[in-house]
């Protein structure tokens, strides 16, 4: 069994993980995803209050819209994978990850770490 949760702000994917009102819980058995959880959480709790609530959810597998480094870092650094930089609607993300194609929905011009080190060259030429 896999869990899988998505981090949300309204009904959408929340743009920014820090922005979040609540994670919408996912179970995979047997390539059938099923919505086990909706779990809100304050906006204004600190990386390592989200990271205990994930591991208390015992999630697996994150999906979020744009997140620092460092707390991508923190979050896989406690058995969790980050699957960032993805954008849409709830009902369109869950089709996506029964059909195996949640990359479809990476955000414009992002290709992961690899959006992030763009933008941190892009500052030092400044």
């Given at each position: 069994m896999k869990r899988i949760g998505i981090a949300m702000f309204s009904d959408k994917i929340a743009?920014?993980?820090?922005?979040?009102?609540?994670?919408?819980?996912?179970?995979?058995?047997?390539?059938?995803?099923?919505?086990?959880?909706?779990?809100?959480?304050?906006?204004?709790?600190n990386i390592i209050q989200k990271v205990k609530i994930l591991k208390r959810l015992k999630i697996n597998k994150l999906v979020c819209g744009a997140?620092?480094?460092?707390?991508?870092?923190?979050?896989?650094?406690?058995?969790?994978t980050v699957e960032a930089w993805i954008c849409?609607?709830?009902?369109?993300?869950?089709r996506k990850i029964q059909s195996e194609r949640l990359y479809e929905n990476k955000m414009p011009g992002c290709e992961g770490v690899r959006c992030q080190r763009r933008r941190r060259r892009g500052r030092k030429n400044k």
């Open positions: 743009s920014v993980f820090n922005s979040a009102d609540r994670f919408q819980i996912l179970e995979i058995i047997d390539n059938s995803v099923n919505l086990v959880e909706n779990y809100s959480i304050p906006v204004d709790i997140i620092s480094r460092c707390n991508s870092i923190l979050i896989e650094e406690n058995g969790i849409g609607e709830f009902e369109e993300i869950i």
